[in-house]
């Protein structure tokens, strides 16, 4: 129903920036909150972080709050991921998700449509 495809993942140095981007497409954007989530081989998909449809709320887990922030422009169809101080164990591939919830956008199971995910590789 909705298309999510993430950009802007690489290899960067600890403590550098990095920003993702997801495109939508094939929904109606703007009536979506919308999620960050990353996984590494072996380990449980892990909440980063999500924004309500309307941009009313927005949530982070506990280890990335402070440093990195998610934004949207639903003019654009976008949302973003800006990290800062990124550190090895920000490591992942990191995974954009629709949601057609407006509550607990923290659980993978509120999220109907998910992205191929792209890598994000941070060196010491």
């Known amino acids: 129903q909705v298309t999510l495809v993430e950009s802007g993942g690489g290899l960067v140095q600890a403590g550098a920036s990095l920003r993702l981007s997801c495109a939508a497409s094939?929904?109606?954007?703007?009536?979506?909150?919308m999620g960050w989530f990353r996984q590494t081989p072996g380990k449980e998909r892990e909440f980063v972080a999500a924004?309500?449809?309307?941009?009313?709320?927005?949530y982070y887990a506990d280890s990335v709050k402070g440093r990195f922030t998610i934004s949207r422009d639903d003019a654009k169809k976008m949302v973003y991921l800006q990290m800062e101080k990124v550190q090895p164990e920000d490591t992942a591939v990191y995974y954009c998700?629709?949601?057609?919830?407006?509550?607990?956008?923290?659980?993978?199971?509120?999220?109907?449509?998910w992205g191929q995910g792209t890598q994000v590789t941070a060196s010491s």
């Open positions: 998700a629709a949601s057609d919830a407006f509550y607990y956008i923290d659980r993978d199971s509120a999220y109907i449509s």
């Open positions: 094939g929904g109606t954007f703007s009536s979506f909150s």
């Open positions: 924004i309500t449809r309307g941009d009313v709320y927005t």
